[in-house]
């Protein structure tokens, strides 16, 4: 397997040269292969959101290396990290972050539309994602007429919608009851298993990290 996404020494300190400064990343590691599913674990308030961020090409390391397929994205200018985080990575959230607006079906076609995709071959894709995950027959109505679960189903269609090499997840089920969760947790790791691509999963949940392929800690900065 490839590697999808290298994590090479990566540090975070916030408020850098204050009394109260924070590091939350110190020289972290983590090698990320297509295929690969791996959960995040880590306390509250230990980085992951930070980790996650860096990785998605959000946010910018202190020091150390974010290698995307293959390429450092270090010292690439904006406009570079831009495509790339929008072509190569998806994001899922705690929360579904769908659009109102719009229906399920656009929601999921919406970045292909922002990628140059047209209108009816990213029908065709949005249409065949949702139906991965059993909700094709929501596709015309909008979040608010949608179930929590279907919410975040439709999130996972969107965010692999531009078929993405890394899909990064933060605590993708934690906003939903225990049954849900497992049932949306598990149309996920289809949806990832079909696609091939490299997922890394933070959860709080044991039992769910123990359905992934490994699991990486985050604690004193490191991955372990």
């Known amino acids: 397997m490839s590697d999808a996404l290298k994590l090479e020494g990566i540090s975070k300190t916030y408020n850098r040269g204050k009394p109260n400064a924070l590091t939350v990343l110190d020289e972290a590691e983590l090698v990320l292969a297509s295929g690969e599913v791996v959960a995040l674990v880590a306390p509250s308030g230990a980085g992951k959101s930070t980790l996650l961020h860096i990785a998605g090409l959000l946010d910018t390391a202190d020091?150390?290396?974010?290698?995307?397929?293959g390429t450092d994205m270090?010292?690439?200018?904006?406009?570079?990290?831009?495509?790339?985080?929008?072509q190569e990575v998806g994001f899922v959230y705690?929360?579904?972050?769908?659009?109102?607006?719009?229906?399920?079906?656009?929601?999921?076609?919406?970045?292909?539309?922002?990628?140059?995709?047209?209108?009816?071959?990213?029908?065709?894709?949005?249409?065949a994602l949702l139906a991965r995950v059993?909700?094709?027959?929501?596709?015309?109505?909008?979040?608010?007429?949608?179930?929590?679960?279907?919410?975040?189903?439709?999130?996972?269609c969107r965010a692999l919608a531009n078929r993405p090499r890394v899909l990064l997840a933060d605590e993708p089920t934690g906003n939903l009851d225990p049954a849900t969760s497992d049932t949306v947790f598990a149309a996920l790791m289809e949806l990832v298993r079909e696609t091939g691509l490299a997922a890394l999963i933070a959860t709080h949940n044991p039992e769910l990290a123990a359905r992934m392929d490994r699991t990486v800690r985050l604690e004193g900065g490191q991955l372990l």
């Open 63 to 69: 020091a150390g290396a974010v290698v995307v397929g």
């Open 74 to 86: 270090t010292r690439k200018a904006d406009a570079e990290r831009t495509r790339v985080r929008r």
């Open 94 to 127: 705690q929360f579904h972050h769908l659009l109102p607006e719009f229906t399920a079906l656009e929601n999921v076609m919406l970045p292909q539309w922002a990628n140059g995709v047209a209108e009816a071959q990213a029908r065709e894709h949005a249409m």
């Open 134 to 156: 059993g909700v094709e027959g929501r596709a015309g109505n909008r979040p608010a007429a949608l179930s929590g679960g279907e919410q975040q189903r439709v999130a996972f």
